[in-house]
Nanobody
Framework: QVQLVESGGGLVQAGGSLRLSCAAL????????MAWFRQAPGKQRELVAD???????NYADSVKGRFTISRDNAKNTVYLQMNSLKPEDTAEYYC?????????????WGQGTQVTVSS
C-alpha cells in the first residue's frame, strides 16, 4: 500500500511563498503521475498541478506562472513551490499518486496540508 506523506503547509501573507513536499512511501509504481489538488471550504477539490515520471507538467490556469511542480524520482517525492500567493490560494492541499499497472488503475491520496494566505 502506497502512503503519501505531505509537509510544508502553513500561514503566509499575500505575496509570500511556501513549498509543499510529498513523499510516496512504499511506492511500487515506477511509472506514475503525481499531483497536487486543493479544496477550499465549500468548494470542490480541484487539480492544481501534476507531473509525470518523465517530467511532463500540467497546471491549472489560476496558478500558472506562480506555482512550480517538480519531483525527485530517486526519492519518490513531489514538490510544489508556491510563489506570489494570494488569499484565494487558501485551501487544504492534497498530494495524489496515480498509476496504471497490469491493466488496473491505482490512485492514492495524502492526508492533506493546510495553506492559509492572509491579506
Amino acid at each position: 500500500q502506497v502512503q503519501l506523506v505531505e509537509s510544508g503547509g502553513g500561514l503566509v501573507q499575500a505575496g509570500g511563498s511556501l513549498r509543499l513536499s510529498c513523499a510516496a512511501l512504499r511506492n511500487i509504481f515506477s511509472i506514475n503521475t503525481m499531483a497536487w489538488f486543493r479544496q477550499a471550504p465549500g468548494k470542490q477539490r480541484e487539480l492544481v498541478a501534476d507531473i509525470t515520471t518523465t517530467g511532463t507538467t500540467n497546471y491549472a490556469d489560476s496558478v500558472k506562472g506562480r506555482f512550480t511542480i517538480s519531483r525527485d524520482n530517486a526519492k519518490n517525492t513531489v514538490y510544489l513551490q508556491m510563489n506570489s500567493l494570494k488569499p484565494e490560494d487558501t485551501a487544504e492541499y492534497y498530494c495524489n499518486l496515480g498509476a496504471y499497472y497490469s491493466g488496473n488503475y491505482y490512485n492514492y491520496w495524502g492526508q492533506g496540508t493546510q495553506v492559509t494566505v492572509s491579506s
